[in-house]
């Protein structure tokens, strides 16, 4: 079992940064690739960035690559998402998500935990 838990969103003007976190309980962290979604009002959860377990693989959506960075520290059992040059369109409630798979997906089914998310809007 692992538990997710999402923090540092909220308000910023476009052109500006956020850094978001997600904390994972449990001693396997490591084992799991994560991912970040996101979903804004009456949208679908989409998918925003991925790293494998060890770091050494990212993916990113189209629409946020070059602006934003996934990373991860697993002695401190955390996913990271830099946000940078901002835009009213990445306003949406962001979840991490571990995935226990071995081959990249960016599919919303194949992740096995979720957090519960955490706000980003971004004014024009």
């Known amino acids: 079992q692992v538990q997710l838990v999402e923090s540092g969103g909220g308000l910023v003007q476009a052109g500006g940064s956020l850094r978001l976190s997600c904390a994972a309980s449990?001693?396997?962290?490591?084992?799991?690739?994560m991912a970040w979604f996101r979903q804004a009002p009456g949208k679908e959860r989409e998918f925003v960035a991925r790293i494998s377990w060890s770091g050494g693989g990212t993916y990113y959506a189209d629409s946020v690559k070059g602006r934003f960075t996934i990373s991860r520290d697993n002695t401190k059992n955390t996913v990271y998402l830099q946000m940078n040059s901002l835009k009213p369109e990445d306003t949406a409630d962001y979840y991490c998500?571990?995935?226990?798979?071995?081959?990249?997906?960016?599919?919303?089914?194949?992740?096995?935990?979720w957090g519960k998310g955490t706000l980003v809007t971004v004014s024009s």
């Open positions: 449990g001693r396997t962290f490591s084992r799991y690739a």
């Open positions: 998500a571990a995935d226990s798979g071995t081959i990249p997906t960016m599919s919303r089914s194949a992740m096995d935990y």
